[in-house]
């Protein structure tokens, strides 16, 4: 079974994989983390949206779960990342503005995830947004 929700997963983790390699390129010396966190976990969201392909129900709640986090740790990164740029280092720049992406393509990627989980759950649903 193929979806929409698959498909943006992989592409997902595509783009986490393209934003670390640019992390490491950007600053060699100091950005191998980059390259090892965005393949990591580029290569676990393509494999979440490739079980969802599949039919693989929990492998929706294992995609959430992971995105929640790094949303999370992109937003505690990018601030670090805009506050030494703003004390003055400007060669943080490159670095914030990665991952302030990589943190906003986080965000809507989870927004999605909430989405489909709410419809595909009618009790989830029926909890967040109840009937008057």
Known sequence: MKTKL??????YGLFLIAMGAAGYLSNPEKAATALMS??????????WGW????????????????TALLVVVFASRASVS???????????????ILITLMGTASLAMLALLLSTLVRRTPALRWKLFPET
């Open 6 to 11: 698959s498909k943006w997963m992989i592409a």
């Open 38 to 47: 965005g393949g990591t976990f580029g290569a676990l969201s393509m494999l």
């Open 51 to 66: 079980l969802m392909s599949r039919g693989i129900g929990w492998s929706r709640w294992a995609a959430g779960t992971t």
């Open 82 to 96: 805009w506050m030494t740029f703003a004390g003055g280092a400007s060669e943080k720049l490159t670095a914030a």
